[in-house]
T-cell receptor, first 119, second 109 residues
Framework: DTGVSQDPRHKITKRGQNVTFRCDPISEHNRLYWYRQTLGQGPEFLTYFQNEAQLEKSRLLSDRFSAERPKGSFSTLEIQRTEQGDSAMYLC?????????????????FGPGTRLTVL | TQLLEQSPQFLSIQEGENLTVYCNSSSVFSSLQWYRQEPGEGPVLLVTVVTGGEVKKLKRLTFQFGDARKDSSLHITAAQTGDTGLYLC?????????FGKGTMLLVSP
């Protein structure tokens, strides 16, 4: 395992369908993040996990978006009732965080992304 | 809300030229990261700067963090076609990264 992997790399769906994306982080990393990137923009933070706990989810774009990391390893991001405005690149990143550490550089390593197109 | 402004938004140069791109914010960050992203791929981490005034060199790339830890620059010497890509800066908070919109660099032969 040399990096973060995401599956699928590309997804085309029709408006109203549900989609689920998977992310496998770097194996020794305990934090996992989801971002969304639209054309001409930098990645936009959505949510993150430390182990299996979802510590921040207020930035998820709507209640149609949800994420899980049930065993603290891989994670899934689900979008229900997709809309054309959901078309974007969905990026996953992971990092290593040490509890009690004086300082965390928060270096995040990204996967290749899943490109979603909603028709 | 912490915002990062990157400039220029787009830069087109010839191979061999030097260039500098900038990342500015009104907020102080605990650290700042630079990434390079190619079309259809995820961002790849280039460097992390932590200390105000810090300068880091990565071959032909020189990164500087401002004294007040609000701004940063990336200088590329003798650009090559392989440097083409989107350069993103990201400021680190406790748990999240705030990204700028990026500078799209095109290096032509």
């Amino acid at each position: 395992d040399t990096g973060v992997s995401q599956d699928p790399r590309h997804k085309i769906t029709k408006r109203g369908q549900n989609v689920t994306f998977r992310c496998d982080p770097i194996s020794e990393h305990n934090r996992l993040y989801w971002y969304r990137q639209t054309l001409g923009q930098g990645p936009e933070f959505l949510t993150y996990f430390q182990n299996e706990a979802q510590l921040e989810k207020s930035r998820l774009l709507s209640d149609r978006f949800s994420a899980e990391r049930p065993k603290g390893s891989f994670s899934t991001l689900e979008i229900q009732r997709t809309e054309q405005g959901d078309s974007a690149m969905y990026l996953c990143a992971s990092s290593s965080y040490l509890a009690g550490g004086l300082f965390s550089y928060n270096e995040q390593f990204f996967g290749p992304g899943t490109r979603l197109t909603v028709l | 809300t912490q915002l990062l402004e990157q400039s220029p938004q787009f830069l087109s140069i010839q191979e061999g030229e030097n260039l500098t791109v900038y990342c500015n914010s009104s907020s102080v960050f605990s650290s700042l990261q630079w990434y390079r992203q190619e079309p259809g791929e995820g961002p790849v981490l280039l460097v992390t700067v932590v200390t105000g005034g810090e300068v880091k060199k990565l071959k032909r790339l020189t990164f500087q963090f401002g004294d007040a830890r609000k701004d940063s620059s990336l200088h590329i010497t003798a650009a090559q076609t392989g440097d083409t890509g989107l350069y993103l800066c990201a400021g680190s908070g406790y748990s999240t990264l705030t990204f700028g919109k990026g500078t799209m660099l095109l290096v032509s032969p």
